[in-house]
Structure formats: structure tokens, C-alpha cells
């Protein structure tokens, strides 16, 4: 209600200053404290305890700065980040649009963020109790070793995340995507793992949905070589669906709507790929929680937005997680797991 008298005047700023409003707005926030999470939406994932399967996507908080807060809106988990080891501007603005005729976002902002030492000490008090805090890394633009930065993130990042995403699939850092690659991905989670060492932070992964079949193929094979403990599908596209918008051809990621097609596939791809061995992470125009349900059926045991946000406003996750739980009752199931995969089985 108050998000859709808010709107116009968000609606009215270019985006990135909307944004920045957004994040002004939610820092005024009290911390508070978490409910007791719902035994209906809770669960465990790879080893850590989800309060909730709604997590607020990366790219919307990326130094750190409210994750702690979005327990208010009902998210059970929050990633910050990308952060970089040094801090980046990103690229040139403007560099984030509002496609409202497709409920879609394209950005190519290009990893702007205040580096990793800052969003250290910031994170160093952050209250954490019954939050679920993760951190994508990623590699500095201009870094002459992408692999080196990515080992700098788990040394520096590691011990003040409850899990660390891996991003390689950021479309506005050139070349990045080529980490993707199977021989470039198995250095690269080679080095990773090893730099965590044992009984660290659970590390997962971040994948594009650019992914031909053979791709797929290759990085289902490195994540479980490597013991990734999870599998984020996906980032935003390169690829551009039919779009109503002028802005359609602005180049960078596309999110929102558009995307939710294709990330679902792909999300059903990976779990043929790799059935229940590693617990995926489903992102990619969820606007609603018969979206989410879908997702969650098809195989993730979370999901993630960030683009619908934008036009439903904050507490979108609270009525996800309300959705939710008529759906698991309606299907006779008492906790979510249950429903993880149920389509993959039936069929
Ligand atoms: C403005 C914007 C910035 C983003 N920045 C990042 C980022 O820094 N790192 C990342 O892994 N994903 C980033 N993403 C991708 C989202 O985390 C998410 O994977 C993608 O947008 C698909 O979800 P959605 O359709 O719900 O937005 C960004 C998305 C948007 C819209």
C-alpha cells in the first residue's frame, strides 16, 4: 500500500537515483529482530538454517549496507555484494533502466562497489542473529589475475558471511563469463576451494542462463568435482526476448519478467543434470508465489529476486512467503522441502 503510493515518485527519478533513494529510505530502518522462523518455510541448505526460502539477489545491497534489514520484508536471506577486492566506480551512467512496460530491469553497472575491506568492517558489526548474511564475490575490471582476486574474496570475505557466491556470470565485466569455461572453471574452483581450506564457508556457485547444453554439462561436472555446496541459476541475460520497451536495446543484463522463462528452464536443466547431489538456488523474473512455488517445485530449494521488487515493492517476499504456505497446504505438505524437485519426481 504504501510502496504504491511511493511508486510514482521512485517511478519519477532516473533509476539509480530511485535506487539509491531506496537505500536512504530502508537505512532508517531499525535493525530489529528477526521472528522465530516459520517450520513451515524453514529449512536446512547446505548445511546452513534458512529462516525463509526468499532471499533478496545480489546487486541490490552490494556494499552491505541494509541486508541486515530485510528480515522486515519477510526475506530469509540476503546476498550482498558483487564486491570486488578494491573498489570499483563501475561503469558509466547511465547504466541501469526500468523497462515498465515488461516489469524488467536491464544494468550494466559494471560492479560498482566500495571494495571488500570496506564492506568488511561495515559487516564486522552488522547484528546477525537469525539472519542468513551471503557474500558474492567477484574480480576487480581491471585485474591482471581474475583467478588471484577470486582467492583474495574467500580470504578476505570468508569469516564474515554464513556463504560465499562465486560470481562469474556478471555480463558487464568483460570476459568474465569466460570463467564459465571448463578448463578456466576448474582452476578456478581448484584455487577457491583451496584458499577456504577445510570445514570453511560454504561456497556456491553463480551461473548465467547463457549456457548452451555442452556448458552445462561442464560446469554440472566442476561443481561436483569440486563439492560446491550450491548452484545460484542465474544472473540476468544477455539474450533479449521480444520487449515492449524503447529501452529494450540498451546493452548489459537483462532481468525482471522477460528472464523468468529461460531461468526456469535452465533451472530445470541443471536439476535433470545433477538431480538432488547439490542444492539449487532459483533466480530470474519471480514476481509472485505461484512463480516461486513453480521454481521451488522444479527443483530449488531457494529462491532469489531483485527486478520485481522494483515494481511490487519490498514486502513482494512477505506475500511470497504467504503464498507459499497456502500452496503447501493445499498439496498436503507441512515443510518446503518436501515440495523441492516434487515435478522432477512425478514425471
Ligand atoms: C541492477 C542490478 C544489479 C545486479 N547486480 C548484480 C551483482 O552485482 N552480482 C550478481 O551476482 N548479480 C547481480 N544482479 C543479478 C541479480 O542478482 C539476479 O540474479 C537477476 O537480476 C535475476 O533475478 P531478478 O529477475 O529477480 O532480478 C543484478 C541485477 C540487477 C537488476
Not at 550494466?108 to 557474500?135: E, H, K, Y
Amino acid at each position: 500500500m504504501i510502496y504504491s503510493l511511493l511508486r510514482p515518485i521512485f517511478f519519477h527519478l532516473d533509476a539509480e537515483k530511485a535506487h539509491h533513494a531506496t537505500l536512504s529510505a530502508l537505512s532508517c530502518i531499525p535493525s530489529g529482530t528477526p521472528k522465530a522462523p516459520d517450520p513451515m518455510l524453514s529449512s536446512t541448505v547446505a548445511g546452513i538454517c534458512f529462516p525463509g526460502p526468499v532471499g533478496l539477489a545480489a546487486g541490490f545491497d552490494k556494499d552491505g549496507k541494509i541486508a541486515h534489514k530485510m528480515h522486515h520484508f519477510g526475506f530469509g536471506f540476503a546476498e550482498l555484494g558483487t564486491l570486488t577486492p578494491l573498489p570499483q566506480d563501475g561503469n558509466p551512467r547511465p547504466r541501469l533502466f526500468r523497462l515498465a512496460e515488461d516489469q524488467a530491469v536491464i544494468n550494466r553497472m559494471g560492479f560498482n562497489n566500495g571494495g571488500q575491506q570496506d564492506a568488511a568492517r561495515r559487516l564486522a558489526t552488522m547484528p546477525r542473529a537469525g539472519r542468513v548474511i551471503g557474500i558474492n564475490i567477484g574480480a576487480n575490471k581491471d585485474a591482471a589475475d581474475r583467478v588471484a582476486d577470486y582467492v583474495t574474496g574467500v580470504h578476505a570475505m570468508g569469516r564474515l558471511g554464513d556463504y560465499l557466491t562465486i560470481n562469474i556470470s556478471s555480463p558487464n565485466t568483460p570476459g568474465l563469463r569466460a570463467l564459465q569455461s571448463k578448463a578456466a572453471l576448474d582452476e578456478l574452483l581448484s584455487a577457491i576451494t583451496q584458499a577456504r581450506g577445510d570445514k570453511a564457508i560454504p561456497l556456491f556457485l553463480k551461473v548465467a542462463p547463457d549456457l548452451e547444453p555442452a556448458d552445462r554439462e561442464d560446469i554440472a561436472a566442476s561443481v561436483l568435482d569440486h563439492k560446491i555446496d550450491a548452484l545460484i541459476i542465474s544472473n540476468t541475460t544477455i539474450s533479449r526476448p521480444p520487449l515492449q520497451s524503447s529501452l529494450g536495446g540498451e546493452g548489459g543484463g537483462l532481468s525482471g519478467a522477460p528472464l523468468h522463462d529461460l531461468a526456469l528452464e535452465r533451472l530445470r536443466q541443471f536439476r535433470a543434470l545433477l538431480g538432488d547431489q547439490i542444492p539449487l538456488i532459483g533466480a530470474g523474473g519471480i514476481s509472485n508465489a505461484q512463480q516461486a512455488y513453480a521454481r521451488i517445485r522444479a527443483g530449488a530449494s531457494l529462491i532469489q529476486l531483485y527486478s520485481a521488487m522494483v515494481y511490487e515493492g519490498p514486502y513482494l517476499a512477505a506475500r511470497i512467503n504467504a503464498g507459499l504456505k497456502k500452496y503447501l497446504k493445499r498439496d498436503g505438505l507441512t515443510n518446503i522441502t518436501q515440495a523441492v524437485g516434487i515435478d522432477t519426481r512425478a514425471a
